[in-house]
């Protein structure tokens, strides 16, 4: 809800949805209680907080970050690539260096806590990323200013205790996140590996330009995992859509995917419709 708050503030102020959904998330990313997105994220098995962002806009564009450390809002980092390079995504040491050379600061993002659920983990010598499907591990963000435009954006640590150098699909465009002006836009959370497999948030919007709702669209996106990803039952994956009419949707595998909507008569967290309680 804080992450809509900074959005909805900016598109009051006839902003665009650009500057929302990037200034929206940066506050998850900032908060170190939000142990799935940026400072405070749950470190990868070698002790390492490694990020994933990335943003997309009316026109299409779009920029990307992965694997990144040290760098607090990898969604910005995400945008000056969208902006400044003729490239869609960077990865590891050399976004980190971009987000150097332009103006970023390295910080400690493994805060006590984190460290701490770290060195508890380590004691069970297991190897297996954790999911919690009754929760998700990324903040997405979809909006749409007073000129009719969409932007969207993404940004994640992953999953906790993951291989180092593992990507999920927050930032790759067409899976955790896509947008089409002319259509709505979708965005994804959840295990990264099953939204990859169905390139989830562009085939929602695929959906909606063929007629579905966003409701519809996000649910046909489910069903294609549960259909084809036999261990759907292990892990947890959610999807949120808007279209051009104003209309959204959400849904998910399980029960506990909640997503919060702000317009100018709603203000709300909704629980999701699931597929298996």
């Keep these: 809800m804080d992450a809509n708050d900074a959005a909805w503030k900016i598109l009051q ?10 200034q929206g998330v940066r506050v998850s990313e900032a908060d170190p209680n939000v142990d799935s997105v940026g400072y405070g994220g749950l470190p990868d098995r070698d002790g390492h907080v490694t990020l994933d962002a990335c943003i997309m806009d009316e026109q299409s564009r779009a920029g990307s970050v992965a694997c990144l450390e040290h760098i607090m809002h990898p969604i910005s980092v995400a945008r000056k690539v969208m ?9 590891g040491e ?31 010598s297991g190897y297996t990323p954790h999911v919690d499907k009754n929760n998700h591990d990324t903040i997405g963000m979809i909006a749409r200013d007073a000129n009719g435009n969409f932007s969207g954006a993404c940004t994640t640590s992953g999953l906790a ?9 927050s ?3 067409g899976a955790g996140l896509f947008v089409d002006n002319s259509v709505g836009a979708a965005c994804a959370t959840g295990k990264g590996e099953a939204v990859i497999r169905i390139a989830g948030s562009a085939i ?14 996000c649910e046909e996106a489910v069903e294609r995992i549960v259909h084809r990803q036999r261990d759907y039952k292990d892990f947890q994956v959610g999807f949120i859509a808007m279209n051009t009419k104003g209309e959204v949707g959400g849904f998910s595998i399980h029960k506990g995917f909640q997503y919060a909507l702000r317009s100018q008569d709603r203000n709300e967290l909704i629980d999701a419709r699931f597929r298996v309680s």
Excluded at 13 to 22: I, K, N, R, S, Y
Excluded at 83 to 91: C, D, G, I, K, S
Excluded at 204 to 217: F, S
């Design 171 to 173: 930032p790759i465009i």
């Design 94 to 124: 050399g976004a980190l260096r971009f987000a150097e050379e332009h103006g970023f600061t390295r910080e400690n993002l493994l805060t006590e806590k984190a460290r701490n659920a770290w060195e508890e983990w380590k004691k069970m």
């Design 13 to 22: 102020d006839g902003g665009e949805a650009l500057d929302a959904v990037e």
């Design 83 to 91: 902006e400044l390079t003729p490239h869609v995504m960077l990865v």
């Design 161 to 169: 205790w993951k291989i180092h150098g593992r990507v999920g699909d």
């Design 204 to 217: 929602i919007v695929e959906l909606m330009r063929a007629g579905k709702t966003p409701q519809e669209a």
